[in-house]
């Protein structure tokens, strides 16, 4: 059975850095064709995708926001890390990770973590 | 503004059959898969439909998929007060080289 968990501060500051790890159990990252997904969502909006990152090392990130986005295996076999900086309060949202198939099938979520961007 | 564009809401009783729409362009529905997901209030998305028609396991019949050019669909029927969420198509956009979701659908059960 394929779970993912995220986990990070639910509060950040303007101009922070934001720092999510997503755990996940029954599956592995050097499997041929797995990834993990990182996908958002601000309240009462729609869902927007945010970057993958594949068996193979291969990333993937939204071209909005390239910039500020970096997607990384964690130092643990079982975890994936997303970074974004420059953190706004245009970014608070429900960030959430997923197992994904390449190129894009997204099949198992975790349940999501809140984060709220505010001094 | 999306680009995958769904109809914001959508209606129907008990019993009836509804389709939701996802409009895209040659750049991402026409030529990559679509994908539909379901998001009950206040919980996290679950994959409906994959591969443009296609469902997981544990999906009722009752949910279809299907594509035609640059616009796909989501067909419910026998609807259940218990379809009554939010629901998001999803495919990879080749000029913007990201994953892109249409805007979303809520569903009501009258």
């Known amino acids: 059975q394929i779970t993912l968990k995220e986990s990070g501060p639910t509060l950040v500051k303007p101009t922070q850095t934001l720092t999510l790890t997503c755990s996940f159990s029954?599956?592995?990252?050097?499997?041929?064709?797995?990834?993990v997904g990182w996908i958002r969502q601000p309240p009462g909006k729609a869902l927007e995708w945010l970057a993958f990152?594949?068996?193979?090392?291969?990333?993937r990130y939204s071209p909005s926001l390239r910039s500020r986005l970096t997607i990384t295996k964690g130092t643990s076999q079982n975890q994936v890390v997303l970074t974004m900086t420059n953190m706004d309060p245009v970014d608070t949202a429900t960030y959430y990770c997923?197992?994904?198939?390449?190129?894009?099938?997204?099949?198992?979520w975790g349940k999501g973590t809140t984060v709220t961007v505010s001094s | 503004q999306s680009v995958l564009t769904q109809p914001p809401s959508a209606s129907g009783t008990p019993g009836q059959r509804v389709t939701i729409s996802c409009s895209g362009s040659?750049?991402?529905?026409?030529?990559?898969?679509v994908y539909w997901y379901q998001q009950l209030p206040g919980a996290a998305p679950k994959l409906l439909i994959y591969?443009?028609?296609q469902r997981p396991s544990g999906v009722p019949d009752r949910f279809s998929g299907s594509k035609s050019g640059t616009s796909a669909s989501l067909a419910i029927s026998g609807l259940r007060s218990e379809d009554e969420a939010d629901y998001y198509c999803?495919?990879?956009?080749?000029?913007?080289?990201?994953?892109?979701f249409g805007g979303g659908t809520k569903l009501t059960v009258l």
């Open positions: 591969r443009n028609d």
């Open positions: 990152i594949f068996w193979d090392d291969v990333k």
């Open positions: 997923a197992h994904t198939w390449t190129p894009d099938y997204m099949d198992v």
């Open positions: 040659s750049y991402n529905v026409r030529i990559n898969y």
């Open positions: 999803a495919t990879w956009d080749d000029s913007l080289s990201g994953e892109v």
């Open positions: 029954g599956f592995s990252l050097t499997t041929s064709g797995v990834g």
